[in-house]
């Protein structure tokens, strides 16, 4: 069993109300219990989980619980691709009774701002790095987008 798992589980017992747990993976059996200051008739019973080989997981959108698709949009050799350059909240306008930044088919220069991204409470305003026109917005409104996912096409001029 790797290691690496054992302290999670480890983690596991310690951030939760689980008193004991007890695993068991082939001939190996790991038991974790911690103390707990309640009275024994409130002490839970021990949990046991079996241990599989790791599986690859699809990655979920937790917007609408469907495996994210990770495929480019086509764009053309005159179209760039504008990406999110951290995790956060894409918001369109810098405030909701506001007027978005840009709407498709709208010009944008470089260095002017497109929209913000919200991440730890901070408002990071994503600027253009091209002249042109929005063609394509990819993401709604206050939804949530990933490091590196696009969220603009932008035709150059």
């Known amino acids: 069993m790797d290691f690496k798992i054992i ?3 480890v983690k596991l017992v310690e951030e939760s109300n689980i008193t004991a747990l007890n695993v068991q ?7 974790i219990t911690k103390s707990a200051a309640l009275p024994s008739q409130q002490l839970m019973q021990p949990v046991q989980i079996p241990v599989q080989q790791s599986i690859p997981v699809p990655q979920v959108n937790m917007v609408d619980a469907k495996p994210l698709e990770k495929k480019e949009p086509s764009v053309s050799d005159n179209e760039r691709i504008v990406k999110s350059p951290i995790v956060g909240t894409f918001y369109r306008a810098p405030s909701p009774d506001a007027k978005p930044f840009v709407e498709e088919g709208h010009s944008v220069s470089k260095g002017q701002t497109m929209c913000i991204i919200e991440a730890m409470k901070v408002m990071n305003e994503i600027e253009s790095e091209y002249n042109g026109i929005i063609k394509k917005i990819l ?3 206050a939804q949530p987008v990933e490091y590196g996912q696009d969220i ?6």
């Open 139 to 141: 993401i709604q409104n």
């Open 7 to 9: 302290r999670q589980l």
């Open 152 to 157: 603009f096409i932008i035709e150059v001029s």
């Open 25 to 31: 993976e082939g001939e190996l059996k790991i038991e």
